[in-house]
């Protein structure tokens, strides 16, 4: 039977199914296992009253005042063009007398621990608890967005709960997580909250992460780098017109934001969700490995991730395991080292990480669960060869 995952768990929040959370219940399983989470969803009262929207509203940090009436915002590549009282693409920026809000500042949709596999983050201490926090909205429009419930919608439109960045730090320490990562919804639409939360968790030697789009300016992008250990970003396809008429986006930003990130030293990895007849194409898959290959590197773990059909691509199927497979076969080829298949709980390799000069399987995991850790050092226990990753 397929274990629940975090999205499948997210459904069922906001369809209903899980009513019981939306009305503020807590939830636990035992961490490391497949399905375990311990989630703090909103506390089921819509953020419609004014003490709420007002605490919720924070002054943008990045932001260019025009004329008397417009504004653009630099947070991200759409560099929206906001007139007086309007909101941005994203639904969650507001020029407010001349000056841009961000209206989720501390207005988070939900709490969340599970394993830190789930984000997906394959090279950071293997299997520890991870607090992840997300909000409303997003700055895309994935026709198959597997958290459409939240990312599709407004702050006014989703339950929610009003908590400090020091109060997530608090949470997080209290329930034994290592690592707080911002993911779910797009992070940058919530960039100042995830910022004051990565700071508040450095001082308090926790792990920082966030799982993007990678649409996000460079120079928001460098400051929060240096208060972040990892980055997963989503590269949806290696295809312009894809991001055009799936998320009504593009391409060549992610790609420079990928270069920013390691050129910042930060560690990363890239999750490609393989969408049957959208994206799965072994040449478009062998022209991006060749692309990471050449310009991010080799060490960077790539995650192949398995469709399912959601939100306005219900007309596909899932993608064929065979599909992941050769997928992942045309990365060894173009000689990635680290190359994994997700959404397949019970692939007998696709979760496990192992050495690319000897072979050796270092890291056994069952889905979310890692069942054995035989890295010695950062390295190989039979041959040595050191490890791209954080493992201590
Ligand atoms: S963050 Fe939102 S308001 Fe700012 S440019 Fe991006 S989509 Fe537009």
């Given at each position: 039977?397929e274990?629940?995952?975090r999205?499948?768990f997210?459904?069922?929040?906001?369809?209903?199914t899980?009513?019981?959370?939306?009305?503020?219940?807590?939830?636990?399983?035992?961490?490391?296992?497949?399905?375990?989470?311990?989630?703090?969803?909103?506390?089921?009262?819509?953020p419609?009253?004014?003490?709420?929207?007002k605490?919720?509203?924070?002054?943008?940090?990045?932001?260019?005042?025009?004329d008397?009436q417009?504004i653009?915002?630099?947070?991200c590549?759409r560099?929206?063009?906001?007139?007086e009282?309007?909101?941005?693409f994203?639904?969650?920026?507001e020029?407010?007398?001349?000056?841009?809000?961000?209206?989720?500042y501390g207005?988070?949709?939900?709490?969340?621990?599970?394993?830190?596999?789930?984000?997906?983050?394959?090279?950071?201490?293997?299997?520890h608890?991870?607090l992840?926090?997300?909000?409303?909205?997003c700055?895309?429009?994935c026709?198959?967005?597997?958290?459409?419930?939240?990312s599709q919608?407004?702050?006014?439109?989703?339950?929610a709960r009003?908590?400090s960045p020091r109060?997530?730090?608090r949470?997080?320490?209290?329930?034994?997580?290592k690592?707080i990562s911002?993911?779910?919804?797009e992070p940058?639409v919530f960039?100042?909250?995830?910022?004051?939360?990565?700071?508040?968790?450095?001082?308090e030697?926790?792990?920082t992460l966030?799982?993007?789009?990678g649409y996000i300016?460079?120079?928001?992008?460098?400051d929060v780098l240096?208060?972040?250990?990892?980055?997963?970003?989503?590269?949806?396809?290696?295809?312009?017109?894809?991001?055009?008429d799936?998320?009504?986006?593009?391409?060549?930003?992610?790609?420079?934001?990928?270069?920013?990130?390691?050129?910042?030293?930060?560690?990363?990895?890239?999750?490609?969700?393989?969408?049957?007849?959208?994206?799965?194409?072994?040449?478009?898959?062998g022209n991006?490995?060749?692309?990471?290959?050449?310009?991010i590197?080799?060490?960077?773990?790539?995650?192949?991730?398995?469709?399912s059909?959601m939100?306005?691509?219900?007309?596909l199927?899932?993608?064929?395991?065979?599909?992941?497979e050769?997928?992942?076969?045309?990365?060894?080829?173009n000689?990635l080292?680290?190359?994994y298949?997700?959404?397949?709980?019970?692939?007998q390799?696709g979760?496990?990480?192992h050495?690319?000069?000897?072979g050796?399987?270092?890291?056994?995991?069952?889905?979310?669960?890692v069942?054995?850790?035989e890295?010695?050092?950062?390295g190989?226990?039979?041959?040595?060869?050191?490890?791209?990753?954080?493992?201590?």
């Amino acid at each position: 039977m397929e274990s629940t995952n975090r999205r499948e768990f997210l459904r069922k929040v906001f369809l209903g199914t899980g009513a019981a959370l939306s009305l503020g219940c807590l939830v636990s399983g035992n961490a490391g296992s497949p399905d375990s989470f311990i989630s703090i969803p909103g506390s089921g009262s819509l953020p419609k009253h004014d003490k709420m929207r007002k605490a919720s509203r924070k002054e943008a940090m990045y932001y260019t005042r025009l004329d008397r009436q417009r504004i653009r915002c630099d947070l991200c590549f759409r560099k929206c063009i906001i007139s007086e009282n309007g909101t941005g693409f994203c639904r969650v920026r507001e020029n407010t007398g001349g000056k841009l809000y961000s209206l989720v500042y501390g207005n988070a949709a939900g709490l969340q621990i599970d394993p830190i596999e789930m984000e997906p983050m394959y090279h950071m201490l293997p299997g520890h608890r991870n607090l992840c926090v997300y909000t409303a909205s997003c700055n895309f429009r994935c026709k198959h967005c597997h958290n459409w419930h939240i990312s599709q919608r407004g702050p006014s439109q989703i339950s929610a709960r009003q908590y400090s960045p020091r109060d997530i730090v608090r949470i997080a320490k209290r329930r034994g997580c290592k690592s707080i990562s911002h993911s779910i919804n797009e992070p940058t639409v919530f960039y100042e909250f995830m910022y004051d939360i990565a700071v508040a968790a450095k001082g308090e030697g926790l792990l920082t992460l966030f799982h993007t789009n990678g649409y996000i300016s460079p120079e928001p992008l460098r400051d929060v780098l240096q208060f972040m250990d990892g980055v997963t970003v989503d590269l949806k396809a290696f295809d312009e017109v894809f991001y055009k008429d799936i998320s009504m986006a593009s391409l060549q930003p992610v790609l420079e934001t990928l270069q920013v990130i390691r050129e910042n030293n930060v560690h990363l990895e890239i999750v490609y969700l393989v969408i049957p007849t959208l994206n799965d194409s072994m040449e478009e898959i062998g022209n991006m490995c060749r692309w990471i290959s050449k310009h991010i590197g080799r060490d960077i773990p790539l995650h192949f991730n398995r469709f399912s059909p959601m939100y306005q691509l219900t007309n596909l199927p899932r993608t064929p395991v065979r599909t992941l497979e050769a997928a992942a076969d045309t990365a060894r080829q173009n000689r990635l080292r680290y190359v994994y298949i997700g959404n397949v709980p019970g692939h007998q390799t696709g979760y496990s990480t192992h050495c690319p000069a000897c072979g050796r399987m270092l890291i056994r995991r069952t889905h979310f669960t890692v069942e054995r850790n035989e890295l010695k050092n950062g390295g190989c226990s039979n041959c040595g060869m050191k490890i791209y990753g954080i493992w201590e």
